[in-house]
């Protein structure tokens, strides 16, 4: 039986998807190439030598990568990417799309 590859972010999201996700989530490039290590679930000692840091500046982005998009971890921040991409997916709404739902009491 065959297993089926694993999915990473950088194969999920093509690469202007990521610039943006990364662009309404209001990251730096270097902060979003951290959110793609996080989203691919490496460890972030993993990250660290990667992406040629030290850890301790790895921790310092993820704290203020969660600060920008109001999350707590790395679970909420995958949920907040997901949640990006799909933003921008959508069709824009339009201004009558939801008034013509809405009954005005003057109108």
Not at 1 to 16: D, F, H, I
Not at 29 to 53: M, N, T, W, Y
């Amino acid at each position: 039986m065959r297993s089926r590859p694993q999915l990473r972010g950088k194969n999920v999201l093509s690469a202007e998807a990521w610039r943006l996700v990364g662009h309404e989530l209001r990251l730096s490039p270097r902060e979003l190439e951290i959110v793609q290590h996080i989203f691919d679930g490496r460890k972030l000692a993993a990250i660290a030598e990667e992406s040629h840091l030290a850890l301790g500046t790895v921790k310092t982005y993820c704290q203020r990568i969660y600060h920008k998009v109001r999350v707590n971890d790395q679970r909420e921040l995958a949920l907040a990417v997901v949640g990006a991409y799909l933003e921008l997916l959508a069709p824009p709404a339009s201004s009558t799309r939801m008034t013509s739902f809405v009954r005005h009491p003057h109108a």
